[in-house]
């Protein structure tokens, strides 16, 4: 790739994109992928099984046959791009593998990662095939993924917000439903401790404090996902900086603070925080993505019950709100960046309910993203949902049930030493009505993953990842 970088930025970002349509014609090109998803919806072991699964496919096309690259069998070789420099760190494809072969699964995302595959293959359209037949090269396409938290997804809204604004709308939630009953000590204090009063670096600690409490406590042990800023949650290499020491306050109709005061303090520090954290975040990591899928454990959301469920429904729409879709002719490409021209909502750990309820539970996804999806189908981006499970850690079995035998699902829970029984009853393909919920229910068993080689040789039994791949890149692999 050359080197722009003594170019002014927009320039050379420019003369970047420039350089990436025309690498297109010559036969090789990169895809930037945007693995999206919040936290617990599965982002790291998707990226694993993907990367395994494609390396896999060149000795065991079997495993992925519904990749038409794979399935047509012209996948002639993939292979990892080391590391490089002024990249990120390498996402810890090898570590995850090993851990999973344990078995066990790999650790949350705390940090930021990246990693590329490069796939060669022969080319299926008349115009690649007379290429590779001129170069005597195989057609090549690296597909590029960055890892992220996905609390951080969260923070991209606040971009369009004064600290105001999202106080406001923080505060305006926290007196509702659930969270009205989880956040008293912090609202207890924000009412002693109003936006007018004197500035205090204690005060502003000890808000901060509560507030992340109640976020750790909201996610943790009542599955909300709408929770914001997304690294009060998981601070990755920030640390604990002063500028992060802020929380909402109620604030007056007008939105102004006077100098000196707490109001202005945490202002200060949310527009620092926007600046320092949040802004190179999107800047430097989403303006390359073309394709997108969004993962989703709607499963989690729906035991969880009515609260947590609207809330990962907020939270949905507020990611998506943040990304570009559509078409983007070369100009706009060439000034703009690359805009997502298809996005993939999955449903994961389909391998939690029996395969005839699977489609119920890409249905309940597809009515759950109702709006994004509208706003994502009117800019010409095309649009799939369907259920996931990068790895199938159970097996199908029956039960007899109040007197019927029912389908269920049978796996080893993590740390156990026998196998163990689930059945969700029945997942609605619709929202549940206001007075159709039934009591929470958070303790989802993690199922032990399945016996793994680490080698790319076997890979690793999926549901429809192999599908997924085809919608998001196929087009490009032809």
């Given at each position: 790739?050359m080197?722009?970088?003594w170019?002014?930025?927009?320039?050379?970002?420019?003369?970047?994109?420039?350089?990436?349509?025309l690498?297109?014609?010559a036969?090789?090109?990169?895809?930037?992928?945007?693995?999206?998803?919040?936290?617990?919806?599965?982002?790291?072991?998707?990226?694993?099984?993907?990367?395994?699964?494609?390396?896999?496919?060149v000795?065991?096309?079997?495993?992925?046959?519904?990749?038409?690259?794979?399935?047509?069998?012209?996948?002639?070789?993939?292979?990892l791009?080391?590391?490089?420099?002024?990249?990120?760190?390498?996402?810890?494809?090898?570590?995850?593998?090993?851990?999973m072969?344990?078995?066990?699964?790999?650790?949350?995302?705390?940090?930021?990662?990246e990693?590329?595959?490069e796939?060669?293959?022969a080319?299926?359209?008349?115009?690649?095939?007379?290429?590779?037949?001129i170069?005597?090269?195989?057609?090549?396409?690296?597909?590029?993924?960055?890892?992220?938290?996905?609390?951080?997804?969260?923070?991209?809204?606040?971009?369009?917000?004064?600290?105001?604004?999202?106080?406001?709308?923080?505060?305006?939630?926290?007196?509702?439903?659930?969270?009205?009953?989880?956040?008293?000590?912090?609202?207890?204090?924000?009412?002693?401790?109003?936006?007018?009063?004197?500035a205090?670096?204690?005060?502003?600690?000890?808000?901060?404090?509560?507030?992340?409490?109640?976020?750790?406590?909201?996610?943790?042990?009542?599955?909300?996902?709408?929770?914001?800023?997304?690294?009060?949650?998981?601070?990755?290499?920030l640390?604990?900086?002063?500028?992060?020491?802020?929380a909402p306050?109620?604030?007056?109709?007008?939105?102004?603070?006077?100098?000196?005061?707490?109001?202005?303090?945490?202002?200060?520090?949310?527009?620092?925080?926007?600046?320092?954290?949040?802004?190179?975040?999107?800047?430097?990591?989403?303006?390359?993505?073309s394709?997108?899928?969004?993962?989703?454990?709607?499963?989690?959301?729906?035991?969880?019950?009515?609260?947590?469920?609207?809330?990962?429904?907020?939270?949905?729409?507020?990611?998506?709100?943040?990304?570009?879709?559509?078409?983007?002719?070369?100009?706009?490409?060439?000034?703009?960046?690359p805009?997502?021209?298809?996005?993939?909502f999955?449903?994961?750990?389909?391998?939690?309910?029996?395969?005839?309820?699977?489609?119920?539970?890409?249905?309940?996804?597809?009515?759950?993203?109702?709006?994004?999806?509208?706003?994502?189908?009117?800019?010409?981006a095309?649009?799939?949902?369907?259920?996931?499970?990068?790895?199938?850690?159970?097996a199908?079995?029956?039960?007899?049930?109040?007197?019927?035998?029912?389908?269920?699902?049978?796996?080893?829970?993590?740390?156990?030493?026998?196998?163990?029984?689930f059945?969700?009853?029945?997942?609605p393909?619709?929202?549940p009505?206001?007075?159709?919920?039934?009591?929470?229910?958070?303790n989802?068993?993690?199922?032990?993953?399945?016996?793994?080689?680490?080698?790319?040789?076997?890979?690793?039994?999926?549901?429809?990842?192999?599908?997924?791949?085809e919608?998001?890149?196929?087009?490009?692999?032809?």
């Amino acid at each position: 790739m050359m080197n722009f970088s003594w170019l002014p930025p927009i320039i050379a970002q420019a003369s970047e994109r420039l350089v990436g349509n025309l690498s297109e014609f010559a036969g090789s090109a990169t895809v930037w992928l945007a693995v999206t998803g919040l936290s617990r919806s599965g982002k790291t072991v998707f990226i694993t099984s993907l990367i395994h699964n494609l390396l896999s496919s060149v000795h065991n096309p079997n495993r992925m046959p519904l990749l038409n690259v794979v399935g047509e069998r012209r996948l002639l070789a993939a292979h990892l791009e080391g590391p490089r420099a002024n990249r990120l760190p390498q996402f810890p494809y090898l570590g995850n593998i090993e851990k999973m072969a344990v078995p066990d699964w790999p650790e949350r995302t705390s940090d930021l990662s990246e990693i590329g595959i490069e796939v060669r293959f022969a080319p299926a359209n008349t115009a690649g095939r007379l290429l590779s037949e001129i170069t005597g090269n195989p057609a090549s396409l690296t597909i590029r993924i960055v890892d992220y938290p996905g609390e951080w997804l969260l923070d991209l809204p606040l971009l369009g917000q004064s600290y105001a604004e999202w106080s406001r709308a923080t505060l305006h939630l926290l007196r509702k439903g659930v969270r009205a009953e989880i956040s008293g000590e912090f609202l207890a204090f924000i009412e002693q401790h109003r936006a007018g009063a004197v500035a205090s670096e204690q005060v502003a600690k000890q808000a901060h404090d509560l507030y992340c409490a109640y976020l750790v406590n909201a996610r943790d042990r009542h599955g909300l996902s709408f929770l914001q800023p997304g690294r009060f949650l998981c601070r990755g290499s920030l640390g604990d900086l002063s500028y992060l020491w802020f929380a909402p306050l109620d604030v007056g109709e007008d939105g102004m603070f006077a100098p000196h005061t707490l109001g202005a303090l945490m202002a200060e520090r949310f527009e620092t925080y926007k600046r320092e954290a949040v802004a190179p975040f999107y800047h430097d990591h989403f303006r390359h993505y073309s394709r997108q899928i969004v993962l989703v454990d709607v499963l989690r959301a729906l035991l969880a019950g009515r609260d947590a469920f609207d809330d990962t429904r907020l939270a949905l729409d507020a990611i998506l709100e943040s990304f570009r879709y559509g078409h983007g002719g070369i100009l706009s490409k060439l000034l703009l960046g690359p805009h997502i021209d298809k996005v993939l909502f999955a449903a994961t750990k389909a391998d939690h309910v029996p395969d005839i309820q699977r489609d119920h539970l890409a249905a309940l996804l597809q009515n759950m993203a109702a709006f994004p999806a509208l706003e994502v189908k009117s800019s010409n981006a095309q649009f799939e949902v369907t259920a996931l499970a990068s790895v199938i850690s159970t097996a199908e079995d029956t039960q007899e049930i109040d007197g019927q035998r029912l389908q269920v699902v049978v796996g080893r829970p993590v740390g156990s030493a026998k196998q163990a029984k689930f059945f969700v009853g029945n997942v609605p393909i619709r929202p549940p009505r206001p007075d159709a919920w039934g009591s929470p229910f958070l303790n989802v068993p993690v199922f032990e993953p399945p016996a793994i080689d680490p080698a790319p040789i076997e890979g690793i039994a999926h549901i429809n990842l192999d599908l997924v791949l085809e919608f998001l890149l196929g087009d490009r692999l032809r």
